[in-house]
């Protein structure tokens, strides 16, 4: 199974909700993703788990709060989202450090196309 | 600031020609990948070129490094509607022989090939 597979495909949610986006991968990938994207612009990190441990948070708004119950799986929560949060957010993964000699290349999920209203 | 900015933002060719695009970074790296994307989909990985390697080619692919001028080209060769897609590069920047989990992606290349 070479896929990353999140859901839900879209989410449209009020500025008071909480929800959740989930991400799933059974390549025995060792680290995973969030990315941000908006239209026309390139993917902008924001959280990465290396062995299930959240290593880098690149300044993200508490409003966001990532969770990696196992090494399979990747939650990101959601709460108090502003419309500047409406985006594509992509989960990927890829080896890990120990996949090899720099082995870093990350396979992507299709995306949750997030609309906050 | 980008560590990756790429040329042409936008480009537009008819089918069964050639497509380059090119990417400029700013600090050392350990290699450099290209993604594809699709319109409101999910990056695929392309290739990757290691700091040590200058050229590389995946079926219709050619990928290009010039560590010197810190810059990279995609060339896609006969092109089809179907390469119709955003394409990134991205860099692992250079920080210890371990390698790095945090890729910096470029601005993008719209590519439309006219059929």
């Known amino acids: 199974d070479t896929e990353v597979t999140q859901t839900p495909k879209h989410l449209v949610m009020g500025m008071t909700n909480k929800k959740s986006l989930k991400c799933e991968q059974h390549?025995?990938?060792?680290?995973m993703y969030w990315y941000k994207q908006k239209a026309k612009k390139p993917p902008e990190l924001m959280f990465v788990?290396?062995?299930?441990?959240?290593?880098i948070n690149e300044s993200v708004p508490s409003r966001f709060s990532p969770e990696c119950p196992n090494s399979s799986l990747l939650n990101l929560h959601l709460h108090a989202l502003q419309p500047e949060d409406s985006a594509l957010y992509l989960c990927?993964?890829?080896?890990?450090?120990?996949?090899?000699?720099?082995?870093?290349?990350?396979?992507f999920g299709p995306g949750t196309r997030l609309t906050v209203l | 600031s980008q560590q990756g900015e790429e040329d042409p933002q936008a480009l537009s060719i008819q089918e069964g020609e050639n497509a380059t695009m090119n990417c400029s970074y700013k600090?050392?790296?350990?290699?450099l990948q290209w993604y594809r994307q699709n319109s409101g989909r999910g990056l695929v990985h392309l290739i990757l070129?290691?700091?040590?390697?200058r050229e590389k080619h995946s079926g219709r692919l050619r990928v290009t490094l010039d560590t010197s001028k810190k810059s990279s080209s995609l060339l896609i060769t006969a092109s089809r509607a179907a390469d119709t897609a955003s394409y990134f590069c991205?860099?692992?920047?250079?920080?210890?022989?371990?390698?790095?989990?945090?890729?910096?992606f470029g601005t993008g290349t719209r590519l439309t090939i006219i059929p």
């Open positions: 991205a860099t692992d920047p250079y920080i210890s022989n371990f390698g790095n989990e945090k890729l910096t």
């Open positions: 600090t050392s790296i350990n290699n």
């Open positions: 390549m025995g990938h060792r680290a």
């Open positions: 070129i290691r700091s040590n390697e």
């Open positions: 990927a993964s890829s080896p890990g450090l120990a996949g090899g000699p720099r082995n870093n290349e990350q396979f």
């Open positions: 788990y290396s062995y299930e441990k959240l290593s």
